[in-house]
């Protein structure tokens, strides 16, 4: 089981990317998704969810700002970052649950994690 993030890069404040998370092996449209991501010298924070049933979770500091969507034909989740600041600076990496069908509010056992993708906000 393999995830894979991807889409970072060095954006200007107020700039957008859009993260990819995409799976080889297995599928992700029955998982519940999530993104964290981890500054340096910071512990890793939880930044959004996506369930099967598609709705979705954010944390405080990206709501409004963020957005998470999946494309099933795609097997892909993607994260939408707008508005970037500087404390958006992180490595972020995806993350699917163990079991099939739980919602974000559940509590997903986030057992399958790929390798992060940087991003960097700075002018």
């Known amino acids: 089981v393999q995830l894979q993030a991807s889409g970072g890069g060095l954006v200007q404040p107020g700039g957008s990317l859009r993260l990819s998370c995409a799976a080889s092996?297995?599928?992700?449209?029955?998982?519940?998704i999530g993104w964290f991501r981890q500054a340096p010298g910071k512990e890793r924070e939880w930044v959004s969810c996506?369930?099967?049933?598609?709705?979705?979770y954010f944390a405080d500091s990206v709501k409004g700002r963020f957005t998470i969507s999946r494309d099933n034909a795609k097997n892909t989740v993607y994260l939408q970052m707008n508005s970037l600041r500087y404390e958006d600076t992180a490595v972020y990496s995806c993350?699917?649950?163990?079991?099939?069908?739980?919602?974000?509010?559940?509590?997903?056992?986030?057992?399958?994690w790929g390798k992060g993708t940087q991003v960097t906000v700075s002018s």
């Open positions: 993350a699917a649950d163990r079991w099939y069908g739980t919602r974000c509010d559940e509590g997903p056992d986030f057992t399958f």
């Open positions: 996506i369930a099967s049933d598609g709705s979705t």
């Open positions: 092996s297995f599928t992700l449209d029955k998982r519940a």
